[in-house]
T-cell receptor, first 116, second 113 residues
Framework: GAGVSQSPSNKVTEKGKDVELRCDPI?????LYWYRQSLGQGLEFLIY????????KSGLPSDRFSAERTGGSVSTLTIQRTQQEDSAVYLC??????????????FGDGTRLSIL | EDQVTQSPEALRLQEGESSSLNCSYT??????LFWYRQDPGKGPEFLFT???AGEEKEKERLKATLTKKESFLHITAPKPEDSATYLC??????????????FGQGTTLQVKP
């Protein structure tokens, strides 16, 4: 079956520009996560969506970062006024939600963002 | 603070040489411990979930075990295609924990023929 799909796979942009990254989760998965993977930093959590609940934005590094999830499916991560330190691979994951949690998250192949 | 530490950072093995990767964790309450494999240029691929101390899971040449403080990923008679970065992550309990994963830095495994 189809996995998590992310686009674009690569994005190169100039400092100060805005970028939008897209994530299409696995059909039927109600939980959606964004993570960032930087060299030497490992994967760090950014934001979480679950159904109609308020998103958990606790991992967003600054107010230049925002995300939305429309219709409980596709999500868009937006970075405004990009800075060089935003260069990283942005990964999206989705999962089922079970009682008590602990459901595995399934990842897309990410968007590699490079800020010149 | 919830934390995950993996060791070693890098591991080189000869084909057929068995070894173990370590994942030490500190978490307020464990909801689950996850192992992933990541190939260059790809997203993490789910391998195992462990929920409680004493639990073990196996898949082909891989076996994951869990204690109250650490998890091991045992690789038996590895092949070159097992070369990848192996990531460990924990999910914590509590109302403030919405299911986000806390990752270790990973162990990069190279298996030479």
């Amino acid at each position: 079956g189809a996995g998590v799909s992310q686009s674009p796979s690569n994005k190169v942009t100039e400092k100060g520009k805005d970028v939008e990254l897209r994530c299409d989760p696995i059909s039927g998965h109600t939980a959606l996560y964004w993570y960032r993977q930087s060299l030497g930093q490992g994967l760090e959590f950014l934001i979480y969506f679950q159904g109609n609940s308020a998103p958990d934005k606790s991992g967003l590094p600054s107010d230049r970062f925002s995300a939305e999830r429309t219709g409980g499916s596709v999500s868009t991560l937006t970075i405004q006024r990009t800075q060089q330190e935003d260069s990283a691979v942005y990964l999206c994951a989705s999962s089922l939600v079970g009682q008590g949690g602990g459901q595995p998250q399934h990842f897309g192949d990410g968007t590699r963002l490079s800020i010149l | 603070e919830d934390q995950v530490t993996q060791s070693p950072e890098a591991l080189r093995l000869q084909e057929g040489e068995s070894s173990s990767l370590n994942c030490s964790y500190t978490v307020s309450g464990l909801r689950g411990l996850f192992w992933y494999r990541q190939d260059p240029g790809k997203g993490p691929e789910f391998l195992f979930t462990l929920y409680s101390a004493g639990e073990e899971k196996e898949k082909e040449r891989l076996k994951a075990t869990l204690t109250k403080k650490e998890s091991f990923l045992h690789i038996t008679a590895p092949k070159p295609e097992d070369s990848a970065t192996y990531l460990c992550a924990v999910q914590a309990r509590g109302s403030s924990n919405t299911g986000k994963l806390i990752f270790g830095q990973g162990t990069t495994l190279q298996v030479k023929p």
